[in-house]
């Protein structure tokens, strides 16, 4: 019997490690939106979430946090529009307020409601934008009408 001799031929590269494994998830989160605007000749920076109310005086608006208030050159359309997509619903033709700081609605025998936020403050809610309030909570409990048309 002779022997047989097996030619084996070099195995082809195999990837390297990092190709081979799944890449891994990212354990940090994105960063959250900030708004930059100009105070005093400095540029400030916060995040959407920290702003309790939008109010409009004139040309300008205030950017109500739960400490400190600043005074922006804008028109109120301009930053609801910025802001809607970040949980801010417009409850007078002049006051925009972040959804997650409210914390109760009262009806008015005007038809109009009173609206509180966290900290105390209440804002009116006219007529035309009660049916606005609606978009305050994924779902609504209780039985009767909640807003009356």
């Known amino acids: 019997m002779g022997l047989s001799v097996v030619n084996k031929t070099t195995p082809e590269p195999t990837a390297s490690l990092m190709e081979a494994l799944p890449p891994l998830p990212r354990f ?3 960063a959250p939106p900030r708004i930059a605007f100009k105070v005093k000749g ?6 959407p979430g920290e702003v309790v109310a939008v109010q409009s005086e004139g040309n300008y608006v205030w950017l109500r946090l739960e400490s400190i208030s600043h005074l922006l050159r804008e028109s109120l359309s301009v930053v609801a529009q910025k802001l809607e997509p970040h949980g801010f619903i417009r409850i007078h033709r002049s006051v925009l307020v972040n959804a997650s700081f409210v914390e109760e609605i009262r009806p008015y025998p005007t038809g109009e409601y ?3 936020v966290k900290g105390g403050k ?5 007529r035309t934008y ?4 609606k978009s305050l909570a994924a779902f609504w ?3 009767g009408a909640l807003f009356s048309d």
């Not at 400095?42 to 995040?47: E, K, P, Y």
């Not at 209440?122 to 006219?126: D, H, I, R, W």
């Open 114 to 116: 009173g609206l509180r």
């Open 42 to 47: 400095r540029i400030l920076f916060i995040n």
């Open 141 to 143: 409990l209780g039985t």
């Open 130 to 133: 009660k049916r606005n309030l």
């Open 122 to 126: 209440e804002y009116t809610v006219t």
């Open 28 to 30: 940090t989160s994105p």
